[in-house]
């Protein structure tokens, strides 16, 4: 009996601690994605979703409006070809490191399918797609 009872007791510290670890290590509790419409995303940022509408331009998917002001960060950063350029080896995520070192921020967004997107956020809140931004000065090679 005495067996049993310190088996049980063991059993019940080891769930007991397993589910303090798993509490401890939990993400974080997202609301609901808000519903959108196609050619808009969403991103969690300051503990809420912000809803945001694009627009491409020259092969680049900008926030709306960006392409018209001409002190948009998003556009002056994606046109400007003396910034770094980076090697694609040994890079974690080129696209975030391309935007970071330009002085944006890279966030994930999600569209109206929930897919995941990469979008370069600038003090002024303008907003330019990762990726493209990247690809245009970092063009694959194509192999022969």
Not at 23 to 46: D, L, N, W
Not at 102 to 120: T, W
Request: include cysteine.
């Amino acid at each position: 009996m005495k067996l049993k009872t310190t088996t049980l007791l063991l059993t019940l510290l080891l769930i007991s601690t397993t589910h303090a670890e798993e509490r401890k290590y939990a993400q974080p509790k997202f609301p609901p994605v808000p519903k959108m419409k196609s050619h808009e995303y969403a991103v969690f940022v300051e503990n809420k979703y912000q809803v945001f509408s694009t627009e491409k331009y020259d092969d680049l998917e900008y926030t709306v409006g960006c392409i018209k002001n001409r002190d948009c960060q998003a556009s002056k950063a994606a046109q400007d070809k003396s910034a770094p350029k980076y090697k694609t080896e040994n890079l974690f995520h080129p696209a975030a490191q391309f935007c970071e070192a330009r002085g944006g921020k890279n966030l994930i967004a999600l569209n109206d399918k929930k897919e995941e997107f990469n979008f370069c956020r600038f003090p002024d809140n303008s907003m330019v797609n990762s990726w493209s931004m990247y690809l245009k000065h970092n063009p694959k090679k194509i192999i022969k």
